[in-house]
């Protein structure tokens, strides 16, 4: 027998004898015909032996390629149980290696043995396997085999594009991935303001245009294959933008009294939060992080309108104007008189009682020690004064919150025409008198020019001073000249 060929590990050594004519090239070795067909599994080599005329006597050795099988057949599922075998006919028998040919490249031997089993099955067992047979006669390897695990999804993620800051009016993309076998089909969500968790959108990405305010919120997406489902924890989507909706509230609402506490609040909606500055008429009362300005008893003086403005890094915005009306009882009413210094009799008065209050005040005029109203009005006009109406006049200021009164005095003086005609009759009083006096004196002389013809009369001396007529005349001439007076 001749010796095996030194290319190839030989399995089987035939000797056989051939018509030279059926000679033919296989697979660029010499071999037989039909025999390339038959023998396609394996490698032929051969040696001529003798010729004999048409005949040669061929000893020709037969190389079998190991051939592998994968149990069970058919799609293979990640976590199932998979057994691959490797066969080879060969003799003396052969000893069988496998390798993983991706992912090792150097092709380190990955199990030894006919058998490979992978118990539970992973996606990373993916990849392409063979096995070689040898023994000492040579080596032969099978072709690759493809185990294509199939899995659900499993590691989704999320990734927000640009990273950073999201700054409201800007493009947002939110991608999903996912690792699965077969590809996964992608799903979004709003956690929150969305309780019947209505799908927002599906594909691999959630695309926002120009990104509003009222978008941010928790997202996630679901990924799905036939195989199961998994979906990514929520990330935060937190929309910068600048201050919006600026308004002023005042509390306690309703009317705003004097000496309450008040208290002004500046409402804004922006991301971050707003600092707030406080006007009152365009004059700044206040700025800082404090929503609120507070009044503890508020005046009169506080009354006015008021507005506030919000701002942080990305705007400003002011509220519209608030006007705060305090309310007061009437302070301390004063009084004018017209015409202004001294109130002559027959003249015509007016007093004018003013105060300030808010609401504004009713007035009503009293003369002191008198029970009834004189009248109302802030005005009181007395058209022919006389010394009756001479007294102590004040006006009662009030309105729902209070009451004061303030107080005038009025004299009545003696007007001209009545000085004249005092005046007349005093001087008519005094003739009168004068001429009583001088009749008086006529009378006397005569009596004393009668006297002087009787001398048988005692003579009389005449003492004026001491007669009771002289006296009564004199006293009622001072009377007259002290009334004349105290009527000037």
């Known amino acids: 027998m001749p010796p095996p060929l030194a ?15 059926d000679l033919v090239s296989c697979d660029g070795r010499v071999s037989f015909g039909s025999l390339c067909g038959i023998l396609k599994k394996c490698h032929v080599g051969f040696s001529i032996v003798e010729t004999l005329d048409s005949f040669a006597s061929i000893a020709m050795v ?59 099955i992973q996606s990373s067992d993916s990849g392409e396997y063979y096995c070689t047979a040898e023994n000492e006669l040579g080596a032969k390897r099978s072709d690759s085999i493809s185990i294509n695990v199939k899995y659900g999804p ?11 800051e999201i700054v409201e009016g800007s493009s947002v993309t939110l991608t999903c991935s996912s690792d699965a076998n077969p590809a996964a089909t992608y799903t979004w969500y709003k956690e929150n303001g969305n309780p019947d968790r209505k799908p927002l959108k599906t594909g691999p990405q959630l695309d926002f245009v120009s990104i509003q305010s009222s978008d941010s919120g928790e997202y996630y997406c679901a990924a799905k294959n036939e195989l199961g489902g998994n979906r990514f924890d929520s990330i935060s989507i937190n929309v910068k933008y600048g201050p919006k909706n600026t308004s002023v509230l005042v509390s306690p609402s309703g009317e705003t009294v004097e000496g309450s506490s008040v208290t002004l609040t500046c409402s804004s909606d922006a991301n ?21 300005y507070s009044f503890t008893s508020i005046s009169s003086e506080d009354s006015g309108t008021y507005h506030c403005q919000s701002d942080n890094q990305y705007g ?3 509220s519209s104007s608030l006007f705060i009306d305090v309310q007061y009882a009437p302070k301390v009413p004063s009084v004018l008189v017209s015409p202004s ?11 004018t009682c003013s105060s300030d209050a808010n609401p504004a005040a009713t007035y009503t005029w009293y003369k002191e020690n008198e029970a009834s109203p004189k009248a109302s009005g802030q005005t009181f006009t007395i058209t022919n004064f006389t010394s009756e109406h001479s007294g102590e006049y004040y006006c009662d200021a009030r309105n729902p919150l209070g009451a004061t009164n303030s107080s005038t005095h009025l004299i009545a003086l003696a007007g001209k025409g009545t000085i004249y005609m005092n005046a007349a009759r005093l001087t008519l009083i005094v003739l009168i008198l004068i001429t009583v006096f001088l009749l008086y004196l006529w009378i006397r002389k005569k009596k004393t020019l009668n006297s002087t013809t009787e001398p048988s009369d005692p003579v009389q001396t005449v003492q004026s001073d001491s007669d009771p007529e002289y006296e009564n005349l004199t006293a009622a001439l001072t009377e007259a000249t002290e009334e004349q007076e105290d009527l000037v």
């Open 7 to 21: 290319n190839g590990a030989g399995l089987e050594v035939v000797q056989i004898l051939v018509d030279l004519i």
């Open 62 to 120: 037969v190389f079998f390629v190991p051939s592998v099988l994968v149990s069970p057949s058919g799609e293979i599922v990640e976590g199932s149980s998979v057994n691959l075998t490797c066969s080879s006919d060969a003799n003396p028998a052969a000893t069988y290696t496998w390798y993983k040919e991706n992912g090792n490249p150097d092709h380190e031997p990955f199990s030894a043995g006919p058998q490979l089993d992978l118990v539970s």
């Open 154 to 164: 499993k590691n989704t993620s999320v990734s927000v594009s640009p990273s950073g």
């Open 272 to 292: 971050p939060a707003a600092t707030y500055t406080w006007y009152k008429e365009n004059r700044t009362l206040h700025q800082g992080p404090e929503e609120s």
């Open 316 to 318: 400003q915005f002011n």
């Open 341 to 351: 210094g001294e109130t002559v009799e027959g003249s015509s008065v007016t007093l």
